[in-house]
């Protein structure tokens, strides 16, 4: 999967961070949070994605649904929800009522192009022992080109720095046997 990323050189995000932390010392808002996350994500040699611009890019398949999906790595499957002013709902389990907010992802309106709304579900891909982070992975984001009738791919780890920021962790593709043991 290819999406585009915002990069930076080392030092100049090191350097942005650093200037932007000395200034908002005493009093900084989420937005603030966010900047200083994704630079120092930056700084780290991480690539940061928006969240919304990459959705946006991806847009809907020819039946309306996104062709990318995302859900908390601690996920077994995903539910997604557009509406008719283009924007979209993802979050993990069963029942929308019952995902607390922090297992569920809002894009605003306008995202997608306008139509109908549809409700989808998929799998969420398993992440392998060399790419599974050792805390918790509720503290983690899974994004992947939607399969909604079949088993995904080729997914991203994410860490969510704020807003619309994540940064990337790794990269893979499902093996065989891992797409089987998802489809069983």
């Given at each position: ?51 919304v611009g990459v ?54 309106a306008g995202i ?6 549809v409700r989808v ?64």
């Amino acid at each position: 999967m290819n999406v585009d990323t915002i990069q930076m050189p080392s030092s100049k995000a090191w350097n942005a961070f650093q200037q932007y932390r000395a200034a908002v010392r005493q009093k900084y808002s989420d937005t603030d949070a966010a900047l200083m996350k994704g630079y120092r994500a930056l700084a780290q040699g991480k690539k940061v994605l928006d969240l919304v611009g990459v959705m946006r890019q991806a847009g809907l398949d020819s039946q309306g649904r996104p062709k990318l999906a995302i859900c908390r790595a601690d996920g077994w499957r995903v539910q997604c929800e557009t509406w008719w002013n283009g924007s979209a709902e993802f979050w993990c389990g069963d029942q929308r009522q019952n995902a607390v907010a922090g297992r569920r992802i809002r894009l605003p309106a306008g995202i997608f192009p306008h139509r109908d709304g549809v409700r989808v579900s998929a799998l969420v891909p398993t992440i392998p022992p060399e790419f599974r982070p050792a805390s918790d992975l509720r503290h983690y984001h899974v994004l992947w080109e939607a399969e909604w009738t079949s088993v995904p791919k080729d997914p991203l780890l994410l860490r969510h720095l704020g807003r619309n920021l994540y940064a990337v962790l790794a990269q893979w593709d499902l093996t065989p046997l891992e797409q089987a043991v998802l489809a069983g």
